[in-house]
């Protein structure tokens, strides 16, 4: 049986819990990653952002990770994005995968992200120093 948690949540996420979500005693391999919210992007200076998603969005995040706990490797998949203002340090994607060996877990948990990354219907608003913003992944 593999353990699949996935959330669109507003609430600060938890990387940790999200390891301790895949933990099963048939694991030699936990991979994790968080996306953090960093100061810069193409060389501006970026102050905040924030996180606006479709309605649809828990769902295909949930289509997301239930493609990845379909690979007989894995053996449990927590993956989370949150929406709404974030500040710079903040996490805005954390996934964790775990499977019997290391290199299984590194390329499940890596599928997880950009899978995520490319269908997930969450756009971001950044806001520059100099006062400007845009947004990013916008259809």
């Known amino acids: 049986m593999v353990t699949v948690v996935s959330t669109v949540t507003d609430q600060p996420l938890d990387l940790a819990a ?7 005693p048939r694991a030699g391999a936990v991979v994790s990653f968080a996306g953090v919210v960093r ?8 102050v905040s ?16 990770a239930d ?10 998949v927590a993956v989370s ?14 996934a964790a995968v775990s499977t019997a060996h290391r290199a299984a ?4 948990c890596a599928r997880l992200v ?10 971001k608003r950044q806001v520059f120093a100099d006062g400007t913003e845009e947004w990013v992944n916008c259809p």
Do not use: T
């Open 18 to 24: 999200h390891e301790a979500a895949v933990a099963d």
């Open 39 to 46: 100061d810069h992007d193409h060389g501006r200076s970026v």
């Open 49 to 64: 952002l924030e996180y606006e998603s479709h309605p649809n969005a828990a769902k295909v995040l949930q289509e997301v």
């Open 67 to 76: 493609e990845i706990a379909a690979d007989p490797d894995v053996y449990a």
């Open 81 to 94: 994005h949150r929406v709404g203002p974030l500040a710079i340090g903040d996490v805005a994607l954390a």
């Open 105 to 108: 877990a590194f390329a499940a």
């Open 114 to 123: 950009d899978e995520a990354k490319a269908r997930l219907p969450i756009w």
